[in-house]
T-cell receptor
Framework: NAGVTQTPKFQVLKTGQSMTLQCAQD?????MSWYRQDPGMGLRLIHY???????DQGEVPNGYNVSRSTTEDFPLRLLSAAPSQTSVYFC?????????FGPGTRLTVL | GESVGLHLPTLSVQEGDNSIINCAYS??????FIWYKQESGKGPQFIID?????DKRQGQRVTVLLNKTVKHLSLQIAATQPGDSAVYFC????????????FGSGTRLLVRP
């Protein structure tokens, strides 16, 4: 199993640009989520999904959209990037209590 | 409001000593707690969890203690090794349909050789 994979690993955007961060898992987990991690801080939940076709907002959803058309994939879209969205983004999937995190995407918005 | 915090931002220990990382939580409705380890440039890695109906749980070289009276969680690492150097996060969750994890800000553990 590859576990949770994320692409790209690094990305630089200009203010106003849009992009999609990809996340996939091959463990057939129903629950998936996106977090952002800012320097010296813990992870904050952006959006999550409890199964295909079902998504909901986390703590910091503004500026981000998600969709869950399949169990495997959970992309995160930035509609119009802002410098405040400079962060490291982690995708995770969960079975029961144990949550598995991807390697992260480091995003810089200029 | 709901929050999870840590008492010490950085902990330095001698290799071979035991480490204790502390965490306070404020949501009395939380019934599931998790410790994660995050090495530089990597995603968080699950270490150990504990449910609120327990006060202690042991893993390999790690023990989690839960004191619900004072809303305190701790992670004990026995015989700390250089590979234990990382940032450790506690997280809390109210086990309902949302399964939202609330993370603390983290403690950096430095192991001196």
């Amino acid at each position: 199993n590859a576990g949770v994979t994320q692409t790209p690993k690094f990305q630089v955007l200009k203010t106003g640009q849009s992009m999609t961060l990809q996340c996939a898992q091959d463990m057939n987990h129903e629950y998936m989520s996106w977090y952002r991690q800012d320097p010296g801080m813990g992870l904050r939940l952006i959006h999550y999904s409890v199964g295909a076709g079902i998504t909901d907002q986390g703590e910091v959803p503004n500026g981000y959209n998600v969709s869950r058309s399949t169990t495997e994939d959970f992309p995160l879209r930035l509609l119009s990037a802002a410098p405040s969205q400079t962060s490291v983004y982690f995708c995770a999937s969960r079975r029961g209590g144990e949550q598995f995190f991807g390697p992260g995407t480091r995003l810089t918005v200029l | 409001g709901e929050s999870v915090g840590l008492h010490l931002p950085t902990l330095s220990v001698q290799e071979g000593d035991n480490s204790i990382i502390n965490c306070a939580y404020s949501n009395s409705a939380s019934d599931y707690f998790i410790w994660y380890k995050q090495e530089s440039g990597k995603g968080p890695q699950f270490i150990i969890d504990i449910r609120s109906n327990m006060d202690k749980r042991q893993g390999q070289r790690v023990t989690v203690l839960l004191n619900k009276t004072v809303k305190h969680l701790s992670l004990q690492i026995a015989a700390t090794q250089p590979g234990d150097s990382a940032v450790y996060f506690c997280a809390e969750n109210k086990v309902d349909s949302s399964y939202k994890l609330i993370f603390g800000s983290g403690t950096r553990l430095l192991v001196r050789p």
